[in-house]
């Protein structure tokens, strides 16, 4: 069973070397930088830095889940008729909006540390403790995303008639099934300029975990940077790869409002 | 026919019907309940951890920072302002070269990171050292102060220009047609006409973008600019005294909900002609 999926792994991993956009055979590196301080292998920089692309966008497709559902259901909760929801939402919102990014990081990943060597050490584990990077900054980050993500939510589901819901009572759905079939659809139209916007903070903000070790694009180009003295041109590259990263959500984005509003052609 | 008699005497009102115990309100007792617990477990770790030697060590260094903070935001977005003008008024002219510019360049320090931005300035530009000494720069970008306060201007200058060009473009057309009517010259029509238009759409994006800025410098502490943040880590490296970031993170708090009150403050004020 093990050696089957080691296989399956292999063959996943080499289909990925061989649509790999930069050190596969037609990747950007293997073919304009060979030679050059960017060439894959050994000699360059060009894996390291393409592993750091992948590490990067792995950590924000990673977050956005988190942060949307955390982000929804404060939504949820800032619309209730419940005062004590409504005021535990809001404090939600403004700690994790006023605080800086950073900031956050830190605490969440030593703050954690700290936490959990506590309890290892209460249930008799003494040792060190470490939080993986990848996690604190999910953590993190997606909390950040989730305080803005439920403004950007509230607001559209403010735009959404009150009708919307008594339809759905007249036509005897359940609550949930109102808020999946009727709400939801309509929500997703609405917030999707605003996420966008989210999307792109959190792409940015994923360059604070290098920080704390993470070897996502900035910590890899870092390193680069240092052993070779050419700090300038590394940076230049992260830049670049952001910047790419960008304009591949902005198409995607573009193309997923396109879609949304075909529903709003015939009005 | 019959006559009432007699009148019904008064009732006490029927009893009110006591309120379901929901689900909504469970959570929101729980929810309340832990933000609390948080709250009074904060409280007592700095009250346990006291230590008003520490205290007197990192409390002036803290302030420091603060204000450290404080400056590095204030002439960052004042200087960021005035370079936004031109940037905007390329982005809306007619000339295609200029307005691709001001595109590319809005474009770019808007798609990329902060900290990489300022990385490229501060250690990037530390590779050209021999040509920055020949132009006679080399002491500018030699200090982190400097380059971080240079990365920031140039960040925000973005920022704001997108917001200006934004505000400028939503005061509507008969404004600009009327003043032409008036026989005001442009830069009359645009100083008196155009621009306080547009600041009131503005107002609240530039306080957004200001709040962003205060939370965004706390990156210079990587640089090795002690500002709020670079103090912080400092004495947590000292002390290991996890006590240094909620102090950090209360007054970062503070910052912002001091700034977001001004701010909706001077909007109700600058918009009270528009209430009804």
Redesign the interface.
């Known amino acids: 069973m093990s050696g089957l999926f080691a296989g399956f792994y292999s063959i996943l991993s080499w289909i990925g070397s061989i649509v790999d956009p930069f050190c596969g055979p037609v990747g950007v590196f293997t073919w304009f930088a060979p030679g050059t301080l960017l060439a894959c292998g050994d000699t360059g920089w060009g894996d390291d830095i393409a592993y750091g692309f992948v590490v990067t966008a792995s950590l924000a497709i990673a977050t956005l889940p988190v942060g949307l559902l955390i982000g929804f259901f404060i939504a949820l909760g800032k619309q209730s008729e419940e005062r004590t929801v409504r005021t535990a939402a809001n404090i939600y919102t403004t700690i994790f909006r006023g605080l800086p990014e950073l900031l956050t990081l830190f605490i969440v990943y030593y703050g954690l540390q700290i936490l959990v060597q506590q309890l290892l050490a209460s249930l008799g584990y003494e040792g060190p403790v470490e939080i993986n990077a990848f996690f604190a900054g999910m953590i993190a980050l997606g909390v950040v995303f989730s305080a803005y993500c439920s403004e950007v939510l509230l607001s559209a589901f403010k735009a959404i008639p009150h009708g919307q819901y008594e339809a759905g009572d007249a036509l005897g759905l359940h609550r949930g099934r109102t808020m999946r079939l009727i709400i939801l659809p309509q929500l997703v139209r609405i917030a999707l300029p605003g996420l966008g916007n989210l999307w792109m903070a959190l792409l940015k903000d994923t360059a604070l975990v290098s920080v704390v070790g993470l070897t996502d694009i900035l910590r890899q180009t870092g390193i680069a940077a240092r052993v070779t003295k050419q700090a300038f041109e590394f940076y230049g590259v992260a830049c670049v790869l952001f910047l790419i990263l960008a304009m591949i959500s902005s198409i995607v984005f573009s193309y997923l409002e396109r879609r949304t509003k075909r529903a709003e052609m015939g009005r | 026919m019959s006559v009432v008699a007699t009148m019904i005497p008064p009732q006490a009102p029927p009893p009110v019907p006591p309120k379901p115990y929901?689900l909504?309100?469970f959570?929101?007792?729980v929810?309340?309940g832990?933000?609390l617990a948080l709250g009074v477990g904060i409280f007592l770790t700095v009250v346990g951890g006291w230590d008003p030697e520490k205290f007197a060590r990192y409390g002036p260094r803290f302030l420091n920072g603060l204000g450290v903070t404080l400056m590095l935001v204030g002439l960052s977005i004042v200087m960021g302002a005035i370079l936004s003008l031109p940037i905007a008024f390329a982005r809306m002219s007619k000339n295609r070269f200029l307005s691709w510019f001001a595109y590319g360049y809005v474009?770019?320090f808007?798609?990329?990171?902060?900290?990489?931005?300022l990385?490229?300035i501060y250690?990037?530009?530390?590779?050209?050292r021999p040509q920055l000494e020949a132009v006679g720069l080399w002491w500018f970008f030699r200090d982190a102060w400097n380059c971080a306060i240079f990365a920031f201007t140039l960040n925000t200058a973005a920022y704001q220009a997108e917001i200006l060009r934004g505000a400028i473009e939503s005061v509507p057309r008969g404004q600009r047609e009327g003043a032409d009517a008036l026989g005001l010259p442009q830069r009359v029509a645009f100083w008196k006409i155009i621009l306080p238009q547009a600041m009131i759409v503005a107002l609240r994006p530039y306080g957004n973008e200001i709040?962003l800025m205060?939370?965004?410098?706390?990156?210079v502490?990587?640089v090795t600019v002690f500002d709020l943040?670079g103090e912080?880590?400092y004495a947590?490296s000292r002390t290991f005294d996890?006590q240094m970031?909620i102090w950090?993170?209360i007054l970062?708090?503070i910052m912002?909900?001091i700034l977001r009150n001004i701010w909706s403050l001077l909007e109700a004020r600058l918009t009270r002609h528009l209430k009804r």
Do not use: D, H, N
Request: aromatic residues 20%.
């Open positions: 929901t909504s309100r959570v929101g007792s929810a309340l832990i933000w474009y770019f808007r798609g990329t990171p902060l900290l990489a931005q990385f490229l250690y990037g530009l530390g590779s050209f709040i205060i939370k965004g410098s706390a990156i502490a990587i943040m912080t880590r947590f996890f970031y950090a993170a970062y708090l912002v909900e």
